[in-house]
């Protein structure tokens, strides 16, 4: 039985599909998670069906792995320090060519060691991931999948929402910005890519629409040279948006995609995720893209929804997809988010100061971005 879907969009070329490309969002194997019987083999059942005729999936991996004796690093205002064992990437082994980024706020939860240690985790299974562990100075670092009839797809994975982006001198998680996607637009070209998907780590926490200037980067990024971009960290779905392209075919923009796995569920609509799935014809042209929504259970583990739930899911998305259209989708994103920023930072401040006194303050100003300002903005101002 095929899971619930909806297409978004079609070519009218008669070209038959030779690849299907699967992109999800977050891969959290730690927190409250109840494992069945057969560990994560038999966990990754629920979810099989949707990514069954995948040939190719990219996920994001928010947690480090294999981190026992290496310690934490503070943890400076709220949130938590995420580790799992590598048996974690069991779950993996009904995916067909998983590429897993490593570019988010976790990654270095437990510095560069970590970070280390959860690559020798992933090489060990013969598993490919990115975008952690090099320098400005260096290219970014891409992945060109080769696929059926010699199709070629190119990957790229960034963030926005971390704090350990690289810098010329220190290795870190490859930023996502509009510089690095374009280099690395052009260096998947040349290898021959004719798609290209670029993953991003940005958002706002328990917000259902895209913060304005996330937005604004994502669609500038579409428009370098990516065929498909998509967006985790929110925890949640939100909608997309079709970027007009001088070919046939648009590039499409996700602004969310919630979660595949994930023991940290603060919100009934943080059980909701999606997973894009883009069809190719035999010259990498794209043949249609698709929606197929999953829901995570109690076990915080994703499974293919009821009918009735997945046309709530994909009701949801479409909504949201038409406040973004219609430019409703900024506003009401400072109206999900403002209203408590003012008490949220000065929490997230007495926590820093507890933790660290006054160095604890100046490592958190040293966070804040301008889009953080014009959140806190909105909370204090009508």
């Known amino acids: 039985m095929s899971p619930p879907s909806h297409v978004l969009w079609q070519s009218g070329h008669a070209a038959p599909v030779v690849a299907r490309i699967a992109i999800a969002g977050d891969f959290l194997p730690a927190g409250l998670l109840s494992l069945p019987p057969g560990g994560w083999t038999e966990a990754a059942l629920t979810v099989a069906p949707v990514f069954r005729d995948a040939d190719a999936c990219f996920l994001n991996l928010e947690c480090p792995l294999d981190t026992d004796g290496v310690p934490a690093r503070p943890l400076v205002g709220l949130g938590e320090i995420v580790s799992a064992d590598s048996n974690c990437l069991e779950y993996l082994n009904g995916f067909r060519g998983p590429v897993m980024s490593l570019a988010n706020n976790h990654a270095y939860d437990f510095g560069r060691a970590g970070a280390e240690r959860t690559r020798e985790a992933l090489n060990a299974r013969n598993l490919t991931s990115l975008g952690a562990g090099r320098t400005l100075r260096q290219p970014p670092e891409i992945f060109l999948w080769q696929g059926p009839g010699g199709v070629r797809v190119g990957f790229w994975a960034a963030a926005r929402a971390s704090r350990d982006l690289a810098t010329n001198r220190v290795a870190g998680v490859e930023p996502a910005t509009l510089s690095r996607a374009r280099l690395a637009a052009a260096s998947l070209k040349s290898r021959g890519a004719k798609f290209s998907v670029a993953l991003l780590h940005c958002g706002c926490l328990r917000a259902s629409r895209p913060d304005p200037s996330d937005a604004a980067l994502m669609d500038r990024i579409a428009r370098s040279g990516f065929n498909l971009v998509a967006a985790c960290h929110s925890h949640r779905i939100s909608g997309s948006r079709a970027i007009a392209a001088n070919d046939s075919a648009p590039s499409f923009c996700f602004y969310g995609l919630g979660s595949i796995v994930s023991g940290y569920i603060a919100s009934p609509l943080e059980r909701e995720g999606l997973a894009v799935v883009a069809a190719l014809h035999p010259d990498a042209s ?57 008490p949220l930072y000065a929490r997230d401040l007495r926590a820093a100061f507890r933790q660290a006194g006054a160095l604890g303050l100046a490592r958190k100003a040293t966070r804040v971005r301008p889009r953080h300002v014009r959140r806190l903005l909105h909370g204090v101002l009508p």
């Open 286 to 342: 794209l043949a249609s893209i698709e929606i197929r929504p999953v829901w995570l259970a109690d076990s915080g583990f994703a499974e293919v929804p009821s009918p009735n739930l997945a046309r709530a899911i994909i009701g949801r998305f479409l909504d949201l997809s038409s406040e973004i259209a219609d430019g409703a989708s900024a506003a009401r994103f400072y109206q999900e988010t403002s209203p408590g920023m003012v």
